[in-house]
Nanobody
Framework: VQLQAFGGGLVQAGGSLRLSCAAS????????MGWFRQASGKEREWVAS????????NYADSVKGRFTISRDNAKNIVYLQMNNLKPEDTAVYYC?????????????????WGQGTLVTVSS
């Protein structure tokens, strides 16, 4: 499975962006999806996850109430709507396919990764 993330860019603090991640095909099993990010000089961190059917979601405390993850299984796309962006949200954002159908926060639980899209939030 190949993942293509897009939608990143430069935005002012308080602004919004919507990231999209398109999968080349469905996996053979029903998989949860997640978004991670990696700021310059820092480790990759989990941002949000969504279950296979989309009924369960989970967010890092740093983005809760500002970011929304969703998915369209018919199109094999997962989204990350980011509102009220802050300079500390600046990072390369990666989407990933989980090994499991539910939500999971652990990096090792994800088996396929996209190439990342850069989000830069100016103050």
């Amino acid at each position: 499975v190949q993942l293509q993330a897009f939608g990143g860019g430069l935005v002012q603090a308080g602004g919004s962006l919507r990231l999209s991640c398109a999968a080349s095909r469905r996996t053979n099993s029903n998989n949860g999806m997640g978004w991670f990010r990696q700021a310059s000089g820092k480790e990759r961190e989990w941002v949000a996850s969504i279950s296979w059917r989309g009924g369960d979601t989970n967010y890092a405390d740093s983005v809760k109430g500002r970011f929304t993850i969703s998915r369209d299984n018919a199109k094999n796309i997962v989204y990350l709507q980011m509102n009220n962006l802050k300079p500390e949200d600046t990072a390369v954002y990666y989407c990933a396919v989980s090994r499991y159908s539910g939500v999971t926060t652990h990096l090792d639980s994800y088996r396929y990764w996209g190439q990342g899209t850069l989000v830069t939030v100016s103050s």
